[in-house]
């Protein structure tokens, strides 16, 4: 585990915190920290190390306690393990074998390091030690979007690391198979992405991502990001389907509160006009008609 130098730390084996359903972030000297522990959600295991501190499924415990008992990173643990592969469009992710069934019986995870963007990108991996972490956010917006019907991967573990007054953060995630992302199906360098444009495939993708934005609206899970990047397109059983990931960001409304209709879809459409404008191949009028259909507003 990286100490607050960047060396690599010399600890013990993680162990279990005290609270299986609690974690508590330490201070610098070992100590729990001086403020509300973070309420983990049933079936989740909280862990604590020296370097740092985290949660897992209830399924997955010894296996996540063993990777970092090496004292790497859980990002750094999956990109050694073999048949890793970096996942592109989606940050610094790579797929690693699951090395035990997680939630949902996938047969690869995918293992997230988190990274900031826009006015904040010169931070890079470092997020304050203020506030609820990243990981533990997006495991609450994952639950209750699954609970409320949206697809979305089910969520392995979360592991921050201390550096100072920061931490880094990573995350693993059931990787949905056969699934690319819509940028990826629509503008991807392989060469059956422009077969797939002038096919009613894409259309088919698209009118798939719209039901989602939609899926998303109704049931209250406002994505703070949804763009063509975060939206997944798959086959399984014939069937095409979309997930949608990366909810470290997510607002979830209370159930009956009033729903918004327009925000996630303008931010999906601008996506995809910058995807098009960027690799010079303009999205049909009928591309745009199914997305419509997919919002519920054909």
């Not at 879809?265 to 010079?280: F, I, N, P």
Request: hydrophobic fraction near 40%; charged fraction near 25%; aromatic fraction near 6%.
């Amino acid at each position: 585990m990286p100490s607050a130098d960047g060396a690599p730390a010399r600890d013990p084996p993680v162990a279990p915190a005290r609270d299986p359903e609690e974690v508590s972030a330490p201070c610098a000297d070992g100590a729990p920290a001086r403020r509300p522990s973070v309420k983990l959600p049933g079936g989740y295991h909280g862990f604590r190390f020296p370097g740092g501190y985290g949660f897992v499924h209830a399924s997955s415990v010894e296996h996540v306690r063993r990777a970092l008992g090496g004292g790497t990173t859980l990002h750094e643990w999956a990109a050694r393990q073999d048949g890793a592969e970096p996942l592109r469009g989606r940050g610094v992710v790579c797929s690693v074998p699951a090395p035990c069934p997680g939630p949902d019986g996938r047969d690869r995870w995918a293992v997230r390091r988190y990274r900031r963007g826009g006015a904040v990108a010169f931070l890079g991996e470092r997020y304050l030690r203020i506030g609820t972490p990243r990981p533990v956010l997006e495991l609450r917006a994952s639950l209750e979007a699954r609970a409320r019907g949206v697809p979305t991967p089910a969520i392995v573990a979360g592991v921050l690391y201390r550096v100072g007054l920061f931490h880094r953060a990573d995350i693993a995630s059931e990787l949905v198979p056969r699934t690319r992302s819509l940028a990826a199906w629509m503008f991807g360098s392989d060469a059956s992405a422009a077969d797939r444009r002038t096919s009613g495939t894409a259309a088919e993708a698209l009118r798939l991502a719209g039901g989602l934005t939609r899926a998303l609206e109704d049931a209250g899970v406002l994505h703070a990001d949804l763009n063509a990047h975060n939206v997944l397109i798959g086959v399984h059983e014939g069937l095409h389907t979309a997930h949608v990931v990366d909810l470290d960001r997510c607002r979830v409304l209370a159930l009956g509160a009033p729903r918004r209709h327009g925000p996630m879809r303008r931010r999906l459409e601008r996506s995809l006009r910058k995807l098009a404008r960027e690799h010079g191949a303009p999205l049909s009028d009928a591309h745009w008609e199914a997305l419509e259909t997919g919002f519920g507003n054909a």
